[in-house]
């Protein structure tokens, strides 16, 4: 017959990632082996990040104890073995939020001796995958297209590429991620017909919000250097986690009009979706501002023209129909 020396952890198990909010409840085990002189002095504790304070501890014939950020997140009827000094060994977590991810740490303990395990879980945010399109062409000058799908689920998560004329020579290619956990690594792409790519070196902010992360990425470009037709491609990915979301965006270089507020001029209406957004110029453009030439919409969705420019256009009308 095996003799046992001190207690010894024999499996130990803990997911490595984990989807931010799943109703499927999550398992963390760690069985162990002792001897039968320890079996009256045995302690089960797990610890998250902080190996001093744990945040769960049963103690065999007692009810299991929940502290810090893991009360009342846990489901304490669970039974993980018929053995009475492995009732309670494993704690299952009801609805896992980002907040609890981290390294936790099983350990097992007698008046003699102690062993211990540990492993990393990520709650992660999962992001819907979603579409946006921007067009300028020479034959199409009047007409700003977007098109955008999103699906937000909770908590609300939210991406957007766009494309911005600060200037009529120039575009302001930007990529925006709310709500993302872990914070993720985003980069931006230009693609041309050939089908080269070229990853574009761009300024980058991230910003810190409850458990989670709002990144933006930017590039200012001269129309000059661009292809006739160009396809932008915003591609985001989180390390650890298999989940890779990429946006697309078609961008033709020239000068960009304004879309007129007269009837049979105003471009398509996307009710159900987001509202017709026109590109307001700024005379002077930043480089280090994300900002750059931000869409201005209407409360009605329509278009807001300048009064000066609305003048010029009928004063050449006027003098069309004069000739």
Not at 50 to 57: A, S
Not at 223 to 250: A, G, N, Y
């Amino acid at each position: 017959m095996k003799r046992l020396r001190g207690v010894r952890i024999t499996k130990f198990e803990v997911p490595q990632v984990v989807e931010n909010g799943t109703s499927t409840p999550i398992l963390l085990d760690c069985d162990y082996e002792f001897s039968e002189v320890e079996n009256m002095s045995l302690v089960i504790k797990w610890f998250l990040d902080d190996f001093l304070k744990p945040v769960y501890q049963w103690i065999p014939g007692q009810r299991p104890q929940v502290l810090g950020v893991l009360k009342g997140r846990l489901n304490l009827s669970y039974v993980a073995s018929s053995d009475v000094f492995k009732r309670h060994r494993a704690i299952e977590i009801l609805q896992p939020t980002t907040e609890l991810s981290g390294t936790y740490r099983c350990q097992v303990e007698s008046f003699t001796s102690e062993d211990t395990m540990e492993g990393t879980m990520t709650v992660y945010c999962e992001m819907s995958d979603s579409s946006l399109e921007f067009v300028s062409t020479s034959e199409e000058k009047n007409k700003i297209f977007f098109s955008i799908s999103l699906t937000l689920k909770a908590p609300p998560r939210w991406m957007e590429m766009r494309g911005e004329k600060p200037a009529s020579d120039r575009v302001n290619v930007s990529c925006i991620a709310e709500r993302v956990f872990p914070k993720p690594k985003m980069e931006l792409w230009k693609n041309d017909l050939t089908g080269r790519s070229e990853m574009l070196g761009t300024r980058t902010r991230s910003e810190e919000k409850e458990y989670s992360y709002d990144v933006i990425v930017w590039k200012l470009i001269d129309d000059w250097s661009l292809e006739e037709q160009t396809i932008f491609e915003c591609l985001l990915h989180i390390p650890k986690v298999q989940l890779r979301l990429t946006k697309k965006m078609i961008y033709y270089p020239g000068p960009l009009f304004y879309p007129l507020s007269q009837p049979g001029l105003t471009g398509p209406s996307l009710e159900e979706e987001t509202n017709e957004i026109p590109i307001k110029h700024r005379e002077s453009p930043d480089d280090d501002d994300p900002s750059i030439a931000i869409p201005v919409v209407g409360q009605d969705g329509g278009v807001q023209v300048a009064e000066a420019e609305i003048q010029l256009v009928l004063m050449l009308v006027l003098l069309l129909s004069a000739m």
